[in-house]
């Protein structure tokens, strides 16, 4: 009588270690493989600098792996800042320490560099940078909203013409809704160029839903070249314009950056 055939006993496997790279032993290896799971590139390419350090000051193992772990969370925060100042889509580099306060008198300092903390932001208010042109709008509007994003908040830079395009094309093609709530989600919405050209009705209303959509909420940053009593040239309905400016100055910033172009004076002194 042929006995029943007995059950195979079950492996356990075990994870094949990669073989160690050139100069390196099995320890380095492990290291080596578990950042790169991990997604630890700064502990991966500074460790043994650390366990050198370490050992000849005879840290603790608990004060090695605090060092190198502080070290790995400051690189990712600043690569966070980094890639926040990316995407705001900045036209060009600005800074507020770079701005040339003694070019423009009409501007204070201080109060300017208030807008560096990020505290107007998170409460959701607005701010107007108003004035000529060559009067240094744009150069602070794309510095405060840099020092905004490298604060680590979400930061989005556009002119007005731009915007309004892209809200009629994303309502020709239906996904609206979408693209309103894209720009619901940014923390600062940074608008050049506010005023210069005449809106259509249909732009102007389509503009308007992106305000009340992040009124008291999330805060809005334009720079303009017209004083308020001239925003009906661009937003035609006189009921929308108000309600536009109503919007945009409630519990907000002005800036007033004045009259004398910083840029027509530097040609002339140029040319001097």
């Not at 400051?74 to 900045?90: C, M, N, P, T």
């Amino acid at each position: 009588m042929t006995s029943p055939a007995q059950p195979r006993p079950t492996r356990t496997r075990t994870p094949r270690a990669r073989a160690a790279a050139p100069g390196l032993d099995a320890a380095d290896a492990a290291i080596e493989q578990a950042c790169r799971t991990l997604h630890l590139p700064t502990i991966r390419a500074r460790y043994p600098d650390f366990a050198g350090t370490a050992l000849r000051e005879q840290a603790s193992y608990k004060q090695f792996l605090a060092d190198i772990l502080g070290v790995e969370v400051s690189d990712r925060d600043q690569r966070r800042r980094s890639r926040l100042v990316h995407e705001a889509g900045f036209p060009r580099i600005k800074h507020l320490q770079d701005f040339d306060f003694t070019a423009n008198p009409a501007l204070t300092p201080a109060a300017v560099n208030t807008l560096a903390d990020p505290a107007w932001v998170r409460a959701g208010q607005p701010l107007c940078l108003i004035g000529d042109s060559g009067t240094g709008k744009s150069h602070l509007l794309i510095a405060i909203g840099t020092a905004i994003a490298e604060a680590g908040l979400k930061v989005r830079y556009t002119t007005t013409a731009r915007l309004a395009n892209e809200l009629v094309e994303a309502a020709d093609e239906r996904h609206l809704s979408k693209t309103i709530a894209r720009y619901s989600k940014i923390d600062l919405l940074c608008l050049d160029e506010f005023g210069y050209l005449e809106l259509d009705p249909a732009s102007a209303k389509l503009l308007f839903q992106i305000f009340t959509e992040r009124e008291e909420r999330r805060a809005i940053a334009v720079a303009s070249n017209a004083p308020f009593s001239e925003w009906p040239r661009t937003f035609t309905d006189p009921r929308l314009c108000s309600a536009i400016v109503d919007r945009i100055t409630f519990n907000g910033h002005l800036i007033e950056t004045g009259s004398d172009s910083y840029r027509l004076a530097h040609t002339r002194n140029r040319r001097k």
